[in-house]
Every structure is written in C-alpha cells, then in structure tokens.
T-cell receptor, first 111, second 115 residues
Framework: DQQVKQNSPSLSVQEGRISILNCDYT??????FLWYKKYPAEGPTFLIS?????DKNEDGRFTVFLNKSAKHLSLHIVPSQPGDSAVYFC??????????FGKGTRLHILP | NAGVMQNPRHLVRRRGQEARLRCSPM?????VYWYRQLPEEGLKFMVY????????ESGMPKERFSAEFPKEGPSILRIQQVVRGDSAAYFC?????????????FGEGSWLTVV
C-alpha cells in the first residue's frame, strides 16, 4: 500500500521553463513533507520541506505547495536549469514516525 | 567530511555469502535509518535505530537481515546468505532528533550486487 504516490515516472521540461513535480498522499496523519533530489550513483539530497501548518514554502528557485484537503503537494522549480536533471523523491512523515518515500519522478531538462 | 559516511560503496557477493554494510552518522546525530532502493523502485524504509536500540524494524525482511547501532562505532546492516533479490542500493540516513519536522540526511549509498 503506497502512502506516498508520484504518478509521473518521468517529466521533460525545456531549460528556463518551470518544472512542476506532483505528489499525492493517502495518510491524513502526515504532517511533514519533504522533497529530495538524487543523481545516479549518489545518495538523495534534501531539497526543501513543508509543515502541514503551511501551504507554501519557498527557497530560491524551489517552491513547495501543500494542499491538505486534496492530499497533494507539488514542487516548482523555476527557472529550470540543466543541473536540475535528476530523480526527485517526495516524502512524508507523521508525528514521531518514520519518513515514507514515493517512487520518484525523473526530471529531464532539455536544452 | 561531516556528512553521513557509508562503506563499502560497492560490494559484490556470491549467493549464500554474508554482506555487511557500515554507516557512520553525521557528527552529533544519534538516529540512524536504513533504506533500500531496488531497481526502478523508490526508497523503502527498512529500520530505524538509536544508539544500542532498534526503534522500528517494520521494513526489515523477517529472515537473514539484521541491524545494529552499538554504543561505539558505526551502524551495521547485515545480510546473511544473500540471494540475487538482495541486489540493491542501500542508503543510510541520520538525524539529530526523531520528531515531527525531522529532516534526515543521506549517505552516498552502498551498492550490493549478488552474483
């Protein structure tokens, strides 16, 4: 049973445009959400997070939006750059519980 | 390097052998997590440990897999009698605390290949 779902296995975006990665979750107890970025043969790198008391968190080119009623979050990257090509994992946790990851979305930034 | 350190980075084992993967958490972190990534899959939680204690091993296979985090030294993930299906990337992560709003930081991973 997948509690964190990333329904798009891959996404291609033109360099300079906005990349939008989506994530849905089923557990209403989740109160903390994270995005990680992963290059091949490397470990995941923490990107940005958001608490359930917020609906938006911004850090430079990265913005995460949370829609609790829809149990949906998204990561916006603007403008997209070649170095953004990677696999992006959405993750979530409930209070005092482990972090659960989605299967990831592979982002390709096209020149 | 103050990050999470994992070794070995790559490990090849024959079926039936034992694999030992080590993880040293970030400085000051006392919480360690192990995740596994199978080909074309996401990161699956395996086990969460504090020093000398296993807190949550709900993701660990019931047989052949064990983990420890001794008072001194790194955390060890041990896989006995490896099979081809154990071939995967094993990632260790650490955190300062274990509470809501917790961020975990990953090591570079250990790639196990069973031949």
């Amino acid at each position: 049973d997948q509690q964190v779902k990333q329904n798009s296995p891959s996404l291609s975006v033109q360099e300079g445009r906005i990349s939008i990665l989506n994530c849905d979750y089923t557990n209403s107890m989740f109160d903390y959400f994270l995005w990680y970025k992963k290059y091949p043969a490397e470990g995941p790198t923490f990107l940005i997070s958001i608490s359930s008391i917020k609906d938006k968190n911004e850090d430079g080119r990265f913005t995460v939006f949370l829609n609790k009623s829809a149990k949906h979050l998204s990561l916006h990257i603007v403008p997209s750059q070649p170095g953004d090509s990677a696999v992006y994992f959405c993750a979530a946790s409930a209070r005092d519980d482990k972090i659960i990851f989605g299967k990831g979305t592979r982002l390709h930034i096209l020149p | 390097n103050a990050g999470v350190m994992q070794n070995p980075r790559h490990l090849v084992r024959r079926r039936g052998q034992e694999a030992r993967l080590r993880c040293s958490p970030m400085k000051g972190h006392s919480h360690v997590y192990w995740y596994r990534q199978l080909p074309e899959e996401g990161l699956k939680f395996m086990v969460y440990l504090q020093k000398e204690n296993i807190i949550d091993e709900s993701g660990m296979p019931k047989e052949r897999f064990s983990a420890e985090f001794p008072k001194e030294g790194p955390s060890i993930l041990r896989i006995q009698q490896v099979v081809r299906g154990d071939s995967a990337a094993y990632f260790c992560a650490s955190s300062l605390t274990f509470s809501s709003g917790n961020t975990i930081y990953f090591g570079e991973g250990s790639w196990l290949t069973v031949v």
